[in-house]
């Protein structure tokens, strides 16, 4: 009699300990889900304790392309204003052909929606690289719903040959075409910007106070 009791206390121990098994499991594959449609969804799962991490790193894929990719040094993650801090961020954004602008600063401030990263804020600091080009500036938004990067304050691009200054500068990631807007200043070496044209086949509009390159 002991026998069959102790035998059925075990099958019904066993079949308990199975139960919460598959529900963990049920909720882990359920995780994994959410955060492969959105990566930055996995700071919404760390407890109180964890809420600064070191070496941060967060990657958007979207059909099988990488979209943008984040390096930082520590995150701070504030679960109630949905903001995260990133200490000495790099930012990547990668076209659909693969080639990357990076951008780097002090510091960046995520904001996040219900669904991804609602925009980002760049201070201190800023430099974005691509095909030759050098942008710095101490103020930078990107903003994934336009696909754009805008620096509102003084801005300066250096590339070979010639030296821009404006106001204000918007930035089309996809395009790669860049806007200074208001207070343009150019410096032009004309011998250098014509080698620099041939090798990337790249040019410069200007129209009054606004220009373009592409």
Do not use: C
């Amino acid at each position: 009699m002991r026998k069959t009791r102790r035998s059925v206390l075990l099958l019904v121990i066993f079949l308990s300990l199975g139960g919460v098994g598959y529900k963990v499991y049920d909720i882990v594959r359920d995780m994994q889900g959410q955060l492969k449609k959105n990566p930055l969804k996995v700071l919404d799962y760390l407890p109180e304790s964890a809420l600064q991490m070191k070496d941060f790193h967060r990657a958007k894929v979207e059909n099988g392309r990488k979209v943008w990719e984040l390096f930082g040094e520590e995150a701070n993650y504030f679960k109630d204003e949905k903001e995260a801090v990133i200490k000495k961020p790099r930012f990547y954004y990668y076209d659909k052909k693969g080639e990357a602008i990076e951008t780097s600063a002090d510091e960046a401030r995520l904001y996040l929606s219900e669904k991804e990263l609602d925009r980002m804020e760049l201070r201190g600091g800023i430099q974005v690289s691509f095909q030759g080009y050098v942008l710095k500036s101490e103020e930078a938004n990107y903003l994934p719903a336009k696909d754009s990067i805008v620096l509102p304050t003084r801005t300066k691009v250096v590339g070979e040959g010639m030296e821009l200054e404006g106001s204000r500068m918007e930035i089309e990631m996809e395009d790669k075409k860049i806007r200074l807007l208001q207070n343009v200043k150019t410096k032009i070496e004309p011998d250098k910007l014509a080698n620099k044209r041939n090798k990337n086949r790249m040019g410069t509009k200007a129209s009054g106070d606004e220009n373009v390159l592409h």
